[in-house]
């Protein structure tokens, strides 16, 4: 079993800057596939940012310029660091591990809020 822990989140006004981390444990095989995701009420759950490969990520435009996606591959951890938040950023974001190519699933923390103000 794969274990995601997500500290962070928070509120902060528009504008600011939040950084959120992500530290796996348990079945960890690759931290290939892994990545960001957010959910905002009345929404479905879409990507923000993911490893899509050892180098490759991939970014939604919405927070393209914004946000940066990395990882400590160490310290099993995986950072998004948020800068010029907006409103609209407000959501819960979710950590994912997806290792169902190694037959060790697909995994999720249990979300942090971030809530940005106006």
């Known amino acids: 079993q794969v274990r995601l822990v997500e500290p962070g989140g928070g509120l902060v006004q528009a504008g600011g800057s939040l950084r959120l981390s992500c530290k796996a444990s348990g079945s960890i095989f690759r931290l290939t596939f892994m990545g960001w995701y957010r959910q905002a009420p009345g929404t479905q759950r879409e990507l923000v940012a993911r490893f899509s490969g050892s180098d490759s990520t991939e970014i939604s435009d919405s927070v393209k310029g914004r946000f940066t996606v990395s990882r400590d591959n160490a310290k099993r951890t995986l950072y998004l660091e948020m800068n010029d938040l907006k409103p609209e950023d407000t959501a819960v974001y979710y950590c994912?591990?997806?290792?169902?190519?190694?037959?060790?699933?697909?995994?999720w923390g249990q979300g942090t809020q971030v809530t940005v103000s106006s």
């Open positions: 994912n591990l997806d290792q169902r190519r190694w037959s060790l699933g697909d995994s």
